[in-house]
């Protein structure tokens, strides 16, 4: 009887990755075996394709959350010169302006690495 081999002779794969539900089917060869070798690569590149996807956005929301919104209202300081003070708006404190202005910057560092420490630990 006629017909072509592919079509008699059961050569077709169909895989599944069960942890991402990515579904591949393959029928182009006369060889189960080629069908099976392409098949699992075309899997391997989709599921790859759906990791780097989720970790670029990741990476982005991480970006954005790191980012801000660029608002107005978003200010880290308020230098007031006339009145020679400094106010850290993330840390509610305030430092002598010429202080800061010549360098003399680790009170500020401490503060805001005991606050960063406070918020991790109050995340555990």
């Known amino acids: 009887p006629g017909g072509q081999n592919v079509n008699k002779v059961a050569t077709a794969v169909h895989l599944i990755h069960r942890p991402t539900g990515v579904e591949v089917r393959m029928q182009e ?30 990476r982005g929301d991480q970006r954005r959350s790191q980012i801000g919104h660029g608002e107005r209202s978003e200010k880290v300081r308020v230098y007031r010169y006339q009145d020679d003070i400094t ?21 500020l560092i401490e503060a805001l690495v005991e606050q960063e420490t406070a918020r991790r630990l109050g995340e555990l």
């Open 29 to 58: 060869s006369k060889s189960q075996a080629q069908n099976r070798e392409k098949a699992r690569r075309l899997l391997t590149a989709r599921v790859h394709e759906i990791e780097q996807a989720k970790a670029a956005a990741e």
């Open 87 to 107: 106010a850290d708006q993330r840390l509610s404190v305030k430092f002598k302006t010429a202080d800061l202005l010549s360098g003399e910057i680790g009170p």
